[in-house]
Each structure stands twice: as structure tokens, then as C-alpha cells.
């Protein structure tokens, strides 16, 4: 997602208040050159704009479909409410990484809109279960918290209701952990985990960053849904506070850490390689 506060935050890309507001201008241009002709399409509380002859009318029925269905799915396992207004999915060619805004901050009702890259639909292969929790659920405090919980919520809906799962850049829920594990041992101990998860908002400067970041988030944030259940997990992310898990968990981050670490097999700083 992109929005905290008033001050945009590009959850993949440079997370500069300067290269963020980029970043929105670039997006209101998009949407300007989608909404000049756009194909549109409703299904349920999604709505859908695209670049004609981005996709074949058949392409936008079942991603339509997809994403409304997605949007209900994520309610049900949420038990979080829709947003009152329609979220509004702008699919492109132009659209380079998939993003999302709860509350586009340069319309005048700041509607949910997420951003989609075209051909990634047509590939079978769009995060938009991700973008879509991050578009139901809002802001969540932490970083590390909104994009673990939008990698966990879209594939356990993916496993448990139908759609699919396609990674941002972490693989589901069945082998985050694997990935993590590996990523820990490069990096030789928790260090890089400790890193991510002990900054509210951190600035993720390379691909390589990126890539841990968000493995290390959703195998995290996988954990703790296990221990503290779902419906715990989301208050603190609804509390949308960088506090919460602290204050609502009763245990600090350093203890839920080290916890984590212990879950992946992790000793003496490394995690073991036999398990
Ligand atoms: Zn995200």
C-alpha cells in the first residue's frame, strides 16, 4: 500500500516523502489516460477501469469476477466490514509495480484505488488478493505488519476460498517459512529480521532489501496469526498503531522475535540447516 497519513509511503518502491509524491503524479496521470476511454466493469464492490485492448472483454469479466469475490473472501476471513465506498481497480500496461492506495489522497471522496499492471492479469499472475486486504483492511501501523498481513490474508483466502495467489515477493503460506529460513542463514542471524520489524518504516534502498523484507514480514506475521489467532492478529493491525502488537499481545516485539526465530529453527544466531 501506499498511504499513511497524508504522506504517501510506496510499499516497493523508494519510500522518500519526495520520490512518493512522484509517485502519486504518476498515478493520477494513469488514471487520467485510463479514464479518458476506459473499459469498466462492476462486480460486487469492485470496479474496474482499463486501458481498452489492455486485456479481451472476456480477460476483464473474469478478473472482475476474481476481484469481487476476492473482496468478499477477504471479509469473510477477516470479518473486518468492505469499505463503504467501491474500490476502484485501475488495470494498465503502464502500471509497473501493483500498489494501492485505501484512500487515494487526489480524489475528492479518497476512494480505495488499487493500480494493476495489465498484463499481469492477462498472465494469471496479479498480486491483486495482496492489494485487495490492503484496500478492505487499510492502514496497519508498521510496515512490516501492513505487507506480512496482506501476503498471509491473500494466500490463506487463496488456499481456503478459491482465486490465486501471486507472490509480490514472497511465496505462500507453505513455503514463506522455507524462504525465510534461507534468508536468515545468508544473513547469519537475526539481524536482518530485527532490522525490518524494529522500524516502523523502513527504507527498503535495494531489491535484495525489498525481497527480505517482505519474506521475513509474511513468515513473521504468519507466526504470530498462529499464536495469537486471526481475529487477535487483525485488531492490531486495525488499531493502526506501530504499538499495538505490544499493547495488545502483552508481549514486546522483542519477545514475539525471538519467538519467531526459535518457530524457524533458528540457534546460536544461525538457523540450523537439518531440520
Ligand atoms: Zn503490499
Known sequence: MRCRAT???????????????ADLRDDVAIAAAVDRHPVVRVHGDIELRAVPSSLTGR???DFATLAGNGVRDIVRFTAVQPPRQRIIIYLSPAIGISHTYPHFPASLRHEPRMFIDSERVAAGDAPYLHELVHAVVGNGGAMWLEEGFAS?????????????????????????????????????????????FYD?????????????FYILSHSFTKFLAASLGTHELVRIHRADDPRALGKISGRSIDEWHARWLASLGESRGRVATAR
Do not use: C, F, H
Open 7 to 21: 504522506i504517501l509511503v510506496a510499499a516497493i518502491v523508494s519510500l522518500s516523502a519526495t520520490a512518493a509524491l
Open 200 to 212: 516502523d518504516d523502513p527504507r527498503l534502498g535495494s531489491q535484495r532489501d525489498r525481497r527480505a
Open 59 to 61: 480477460q476483464l469479466d
Open 152 to 196: 498471509w490474508v491473500a494466500s490463506s483466502v487463496a488456499g481456503r476460498y478459491g482465486g490465486y495467489y501471486a507472490p509480490v515477493l514472497s511465496n505462500g503460506n507453505d513455503r514463506v517459512d522455507e524462504q525465510a529460513r534461507m534468508m536468515i542463514e545468508r544473513s547469519r542471524g537475526a539481524s536482518e529480521s530485527a532490522k525490518w
